[in-house]
DNA sequence: AGGAAAATTGTTAGCGCTCACAGTTGTTAG
DNA sequence: CTAACAACTGTGAGCGCTAACAATTTTCCT
């Protein structure tokens, strides 16, 4: 039978509270008794149990993080990043996927309500509105990326600015017939939404004017859907001097297209993503992309969550973080 | 205040216990009785405790997957199907980074025991040895992949006759001098030996000689370290015919290389992988790979990992996985 | 209708932990 | 040597839930 503090506190002869307070340090206790106690803690093998400990705080020592797919890069450096600096900070990260199925939605703020968490990272894509439901009877949030709503505490990064730089850089390398893969035709994302805003910024200020032949719509961001829609477009449309990617992952996708149909890259055409994914680096040719730091998406959200969970009166805040242009040889030339 | 279920019992006229009755399904409840209960806990927008729930059944519905490093493609493969798989069966996955330091081992099997957590799926890479610490105070444990102990359940696909098969199917092509990518000098990982020795045994089958300086030793399986440990190989040897990488992360570092100093792929020398991620079938050229169900890892990983829970006491069972290889361009022509 | 068996609901207790508060010991000053 | 205070340790209760058992009601025979 496993030890409980009841039996560490007999095999140290004291009471169950000294070893409670030996163990949280919060309550000074004398060396003597803390070494009597740390001695029976080891010779017992004595593990707390943390469901009692949470049930009795209200309060579990996990954080949800909710991604729309860990198997994407992008998603899977986001969450590496936040269990890396949550283990630091002494959290465990229970990760739920909220893929494109609405009804993960409604499973995710039950569990998030049950007090197994203490808080919840969620990474919106799809379910832009989902957020609406953020209310006083959920655990703290944060909201990572591009999201209509100021409902929650949020972190991201400057899409409009950062299209645009991205745009004006494509320029800079003598090209003008710009075209985007990403463009939802509907009511698209608000990271679609943001980037084609920031795009069109820098046609404007370049003098370029709007051609809505070069908007690739393509409404689920991966490589997969981006050489389908590339490919098809390729077949009824000229081959555009630049291709901006609203993500690493459809560049990917792209590149591949375009090296089946023997289309250099840079030489024919020019091609940009956006995350600076690892896998980016290491793409035929090396990917030029809009850079952030993950890992700072990842301390910065814990850093609201926290701060929230101990004050949940203030106002919603948000972390723009900075990001830059990083120039590989897919534009280079 | 969060409603309880003695706010519910009170609501609805009944006791608490037929509250949890309702709830838990196993004793019957009539059904005027299921209807008022349901009605209240709507009414009162009552959500159960979890917390309260573990500490009182002694099982928290939570299990925890413990991975090297959840950035690397493969490993994030393996987390999104491990995650969908579970949920669907109703359990929550709590992610665990061993990376390279050897310190999270011993967080993790304190975590692992302290009653958070039903049961553990741990995919040793570098802490090989960590599993010897799986005694009868852990959870159950299944391991993933190659080890060398036969400690715990495990699943896996069996890497010497799959590197065998892929070294022979390189050979098919016609090309006789074949390199490997990611052999240890030293003590290396359970998996780099198993393939060289797959590696050798095709060989063999073929009558080749073996040519040790056809070992290109890799101890890190990343894009990077592959991409460093290959153009420094590539300075001081002559071009091999075939490149066997033992991972497609390393095969895509290498083809960057290759790309970079001009050399074609497969023209020069033919490039494959293991593993199948994603990226590979959009790599520049696309790559072969060994490929195996990834759905299916995770699948039989709870399957093995919800059986041990039930009885503790049976053989350490092993779960052997089809593979296949899949030829793609970069070993064609 | 009477009684036994079956079906349903209620009562009690405690999972392991830590909070509030009460109690005990050691320390210093008058 | 005693009073006043600090520093530490013990006591009791309860977080929310459900197992075992007990009590009650319903159902079905004869």
Chains 1, 2 share one sequence.
Not at 59 to 70: K, T
Not at 135 to 163: F, H, I, M, Y
């Amino acid at each position: 039978m496993r030890a409980t503090v009841k039996d560490v506190a007999r095999r140290a002869g004291v009471s169950p509270k000294t070893v409670s307070n030996v163990m949280n340090g919060i309550v000074p206790v004398s060396g003597a008794t803390k070494f009597k106690v740390e001695q029976a803690i080891l010779e017992l093998d004595y593990v707390p149990n943390l469901s009692a400990r949470g049930l009795r705080n209200g309060r579990s020592g996990v954080i949800a993080l909710a991604l729309p797919d860990l198997a994407t890069p992008y998603s899977a450096e986001i969450a590496h990043n936040v269990v890396e600096v949550a283990h630091e900070q002494g959290w465990s990260v229970q990760i739920e996927e909220t893929g494109s199925d609405p009804r993960r939605e409604y499973e995710l703020m039950s569990r998030a309500r049950s007090n197994l968490i203490d808080g919840l990272i969620l990474n919106p894509v799809v379910l832009d509105e989902s957020a609406v439901k953020v209310g006083v009877s959920l655990p703290p949030v944060v909201l990572l990326g591009e999201v209509s709503q100021k409902l929650a505490d949020r972190v991201w990064v400057d899409s409009v600015a950062a299209a645009r730089d991205m745009t004006l850089a494509l320029a800079r390398t003598g090209r003008r017939r710009i075209a985007v893969l990403g463009t939802a035709e509907g009511r698209g994302s608000a990271a679609a939404i943001l980037r084609t805003r920031g795009y069109h910024a820098a046609l404007e200020e370049l003098g370029i004017d709007r051609d809505d032949s070069l908007l690739i719509p393509c409404e689920k961001w991966t490589p997969q859907t981006a050489a389908a829609a590339l490919a098809s477009y390729l077949d009824s449309h000229p081959l555009p001097e630049a291709l901006f990617c609203f993500t690493d992952s459809m560049a990917i996708g792209a590149m591949s297209v375009l090296w089946n149909r023997g289309i250099s890259v840079p030489g024919d055409v020019a091609v940009a993503g956006f995350d600076d994914i690892a896998d980016g680096q290491y793409a035929v040719p090396s990917l030029t992309t809009v850079s952030f730091d993950k890992r700072q998406v990842a301390s910065e959200a814990l850093r609201l969550l926290t701060e929230r969970m101990a004050d949940r009166t203030g106002e919603q805040r948000v972390v723009t973080l900075d990001y830059r242009i990083v120039e590989r040889d897919s534009t280079r030339g």
